[in-house]
């Protein structure tokens, strides 16, 4: 008996709560179910506004760098590892000198050996016995001899990597015991100070680019940070786009406070522009399918039909949507129902 009640029980809540939901969405169904659906629109007006362009980039510094040996040989020792932080004037990689101190003896040798017939030859012509062109042949000779000695004396300094500034080693190149060419990157390095020298490098199309100016401030979210918004200011604006994306880099500087980054993380940008343009605000009822900057809305054609733009969004307050482009040709759109509207639906305008 007990479980019978249980089993009616169970039963009068269930046909209870699909009640409650078909009564629910009993508008819902309403609305679709009508060949004319009632719709309420706005005309769209343009409003002057301080462009903000919003963009995204990668963190890196404002100065990278690939160390080399000016000369080839075999590397001896590389002294920092990838990521670790380096002073300026720290020895970060050297070469072994076997070879290089035997080039530089048998310069000196040469250089004895040549002063020595020098020597001679300038006795042998207060004699009389050697000839004014013997005499300048040596000199030539022993002057060349220096210069050798010096040209690999010289060489010998670079047979070791000097940090010239503060930073950190992004990337090993090369590692001990291979051979390498005079001129091959053995590290790559960026060089900051703690969270000063931090930039954000920023890609923009033809017109962002032209409208932004260097001495335009920003600010600027990093995903590793994503409590803080920093400030930054536009420093550096390329005078040729990237040959691999198509898009014109711009840099910022970063005010980070007290914050350290890791090169290479990803941030977004919205750089003030000191230009006002004229631009058209929606609702948030108007869009739908809203995918990151991109998003549809409704149109009235011929008062009874509707046509579905897309359009992209350019910023948004916690009101409206400032539209970046997409409804240069549109002066009206439809803002409520559009939830039930395709592009074949009927309308009548209830405003």
Same mark, same amino acid.
């Given at each position: 008996?007990?479980?019978? @009640?249980?089993?009616?029980?169970?039963?009068?809540?269930?046909?209870?709560?699909?009640?409650?939901?078909?009564?629910?969405?009993?508008?819902?169904?309403?609305? @679709?179910?009508?060949?004319?659906?009632? +719709?309420?629109?706005?005309?769209?007006?343009? +409003?002057?506004?301080?462009?903000?362009?919003?963009? &995204?980039?990668?963190? &890196?510094?404002?100065?990278?760098?690939?160390? /080399?040996?000016?000369?080839?040989?075999?590397?001896?020792?590389?002294? %920092?590892?990838?990521?670790?932080?380096?002073?300026?004037?720290?020895?970060?990689?050297?070469?072994?000198?076997?070879?290089?101190?035997?080039?530089?003896?048998?310069?000196?040798?040469?250089?004895?050996?040549?002063?020595?017939?020098?020597?001679?030859?300038?006795?042998?012509?207060?004699?009389?016995?050697?000839?004014?062109?013997? @005499?300048?042949?040596?000199?030539?000779?022993?002057?060349?001899? *220096?210069?050798?000695?010096?040209?690999?004396?010289?060489?010998? *300094?670079?047979?070791?990597?000097?940090?010239? *500034?503060?930073?950190?080693?992004?990337?090993?190149? /090369? !590692?001990?015991?291979?051979?390498? /060419?005079?001129?091959?990157?053995?590290?790559?390095?960026?060089?900051?100070?703690?969270?000063?020298?931090?930039?954000?490098?920023?890609?923009?199309?033809?017109?962002?680019?032209?409208?932004?100016? +260097?001495?335009?401030?920003?600010?600027?979210?990093?995903?590793?940070?994503?409590?803080?918004?920093?400030?930054? &200011?536009?420093?550096?604006?390329?005078?040729?786009?990237?040959?691999?994306?198509? @898009?014109?880099? %711009?840099?910022?500087?970063?005010?980070?406070?007290?914050?350290?980054? /890791?090169?290479?993380?990803?941030?977004?940008?919205?750089?003030?522009? !000191?230009?006002?343009?004229?631009?058209?605000?929606?609702?948030?009822?108007?869009?739908?399918?809203?995918?990151? !900057?991109?998003?549809?809305?409704?149109?009235?054609?011929? *008062?009874?039909?509707?046509?579905? %733009?897309?359009?992209?969004?350019?910023?948004?307050?916690?009101?409206?949507?400032?539209?970046?482009?997409?409804?240069?040709?549109?002066?009206?759109?439809?803002?409520?129902?559009?939830?039930?509207? !395709?592009?074949?639906?009927?309308?009548?305008?209830?405003?």
């Amino acid at each position: 008996m007990k479980n019978k @009640l249980t089993i009616r029980t169970a039963f009068i809540l269930s046909s209870a709560i699909l009640v409650a939901c078909s009564q629910g969405k009993k508008d819902d169904i309403g609305m @679709l179910s009508l060949k004319v659906i009632p +719709v309420k629109t706005i005309k769209l007006s343009l +409003v002057d506004s301080v462009a903000s362009i919003n963009t &995204t980039g990668l963190i &890196t510094t404002e100065n990278e760098a690939k160390c /080399a040996f000016k000369i080839g040989g075999i590397i001896d020792h590389i002294y %920092v590892q990838e990521g670790q932080r380096f002073r300026k004037g720290q020895l970060l990689a050297s070469l072994k000198l076997t070879e290089i101190q035997s080039g530089v003896l048998q310069a000196q040798l040469n250089l004895e050996k040549v002063h020595r017939d020098y020597r001679r030859a300038f006795n042998l012509y207060k004699d009389s016995v050697a000839t004014l062109e013997q @005499l300048q042949n040596s000199k030539t000779a022993l002057d060349v001899a *220096q210069k050798q000695l010096d040209a690999i004396a010289f060489n010998k *300094q670079y047979a070791f990597i000097y940090a010239e *500034q503060d930073g950190f080693v992004a990337r090993k190149i /090369a !590692n001990e015991g291979e051979v390498i /060419a005079g001129g091959s990157p053995v590290l790559a390095i960026n060089v900051n100070d703690g969270s000063k020298g931090w930039v954000l490098k920023a890609g923009l199309s033809d017109k962002e680019w032209a409208a932004v100016e +260097v001495g335009n401030r920003a600010r600027v979210l990093i995903d590793a940070f994503p409590s803080q918004k920093f400030k930054a &200011t536009v420093f550096k604006k390329a005078l040729a786009a990237d040959p691999m994306s198509g @898009l014109f880099e %711009v840099e910022l500087t970063l005010s980070l406070e007290k914050n350290l980054p /890791a090169a290479g993380m990803f941030a977004e940008a919205s750089i003030k522009t !000191n230009k006002a343009i004229r631009q058209k605000w929606i609702p948030y009822s108007a869009m739908i399918e809203a995918d990151g !900057n991109k998003a549809y809305v409704f149109v009235p054609y011929h *008062q009874t039909e509707v046509k579905k %733009v897309p359009i992209t969004i350019g910023s948004f307050d916690t009101q409206k949507v400032k539209v970046a482009s997409g409804l240069e040709n549109v002066s009206e759109i439809i803002v409520s129902n559009t939830a039930f509207l !395709n592009e074949q639906s009927s309308i009548t305008i209830q405003n």
